[in-house]
């Protein structure tokens, strides 16, 4: 099941390219290009579900098992010293994309998050360079 307009669903039938950090048969993680930190990476099921009250129990819980495995390897592969998960739904919650996706962001001591209007997208060759790093841990 997907959505045509939908760029996730785009990303999952490969339709367009993305610097890709885990694939399964199911489940897909990448990183963001518009990340808030380096290694800041989306995970999202392949088929097409707008919010976390559409997938069933069973494929959420399938989705955060790999959530965990790259919350995992971003951290060692950025050297972060902390991870944030965070998902959210509709938007009102400030869900952007629609389409079920987690976020996986990398924090550092001291430095605080910037604001969403600061966050600015960085070239697909340094995104490569982070991808690999992370790579290596999955």
Known sequence: ???????????????ETTN?????????AFLDVN??????????????FVTISDISEEEVAYLFKIVRRV??????????DG???TQRNGKAAGQRV???????????EGPTLPRPERIQGISYEELDRVAKN???YI
């Open 98 to 108: 629609p389409h079920l996706h987690v976020h996986v962001i990398p924090r550092y």
């Open 134 to 136: 992370i790579n290596q």
């Open 83 to 85: 991870i944030v998960i």
């Open 71 to 80: 919350a995992i390897a971003v951290k060692k592969g950025v050297n972060a």
């Open 35 to 48: 990340p808030i930190n380096e290694g800041h990476t989306l995970v999202i099921p392949k088929k097409h």
């Open 1 to 15: 099941m997907s959505n045509e307009t939908c760029t996730f669903c785009k990303l999952a039938k490969k339709e």
């Open 20 to 28: 890709l950090i885990y694939e399964d048969d199911s489940i897909m």
